[in-house]
Every structure is written in C-alpha cells, then in structure tokens.
C-alpha cells in the first residue's frame, strides 16, 4: 500500500514562497505520475502540476510561471516550489502518485495567502 506525507504548507504574505513535499513510501511498483492538486473551501479539487517519470511537466495556467514542480525518482518524493503566491493560492494541497494505473492521495497540507 503505497503512503504519501506531505510537508512544507503554512500561512505566507502575497508575494512570498513556499516549498511543499511530498514523500511515498511502501512503493512497489513504478511510479508512473506524480502530482500536485489543491482545493479551496467551496471547490472542486483541481490539478496544480504533474510531472511524469521521464520528466515532463505540465501546470495549470494559474500557476504557469511561478510553480515548478521536481521529483526525485530514487527517493520516492516530489516537490512543489511556489513563488510570487497569491491569496488565490490559498487552499489544501494534495500530493497524488499513479503507481499501476492507481492514484493514491496524501492527507493534504494547508496554504494560506494573507496578508
């Protein structure tokens, strides 16, 4: 049974950064995706960023230019780098990994935007 832990949300002024992370642990397969999803009180839950186990990288047009998001392959884990953030921002943030066609999904880490 693939489990996620996330860490790294908290409470930031518009304009600041946060770095979230995300680690798997009891991995036995590949894991094909690994992503970012955020939902705010009233929201549906959306896709972030998505990096795929080659690499490739998509974001939502919100966060284009401000978001990056990395993995590590051999440690299981991925990043969220957040700048310039915004009270739109603002939101529980998911960690989800695709390991044999399955999503899993950690138990979300809060980011607020406030000044």
């Known amino acids: 049974q693939v489990q996620l832990v996330e860490s790294g949300g908290g409470s930031v002024q518009p304009g600041g950064s946060l770095r979230l992370s995300c680690a798997a642990s009891?991995?036995?397969?590949?894991?094909?995706?690994m992503s970012w999803y955020r939902q705010a009180p009233g929201k549906e839950r959306d896709l972030v960023a998505r990096i795929t186990r080659d690499g490739r990288t998509g974001y939502a047009d919100s966060v284009k230019g401000r978001f990056t998001i990395s993995r590590d392959i051999d440690k299981n884990t991925v990043d969220l780098q957040m700048n310039s953030l915004k009270p739109e921002d603002t939101a529980v943030y998911y960690c989800?990994?695709?390991?044999?066609?399955?999503?899993?999904w950690g138990q979300g880490t809060q980011v607020t935007i406030s000044s």
């Open positions: 989800a990994v695709v390991a044999r066609f399955v999503y899993y």
């Open positions: 009891g991995v036995r397969f590949a894991l094909e995706l």
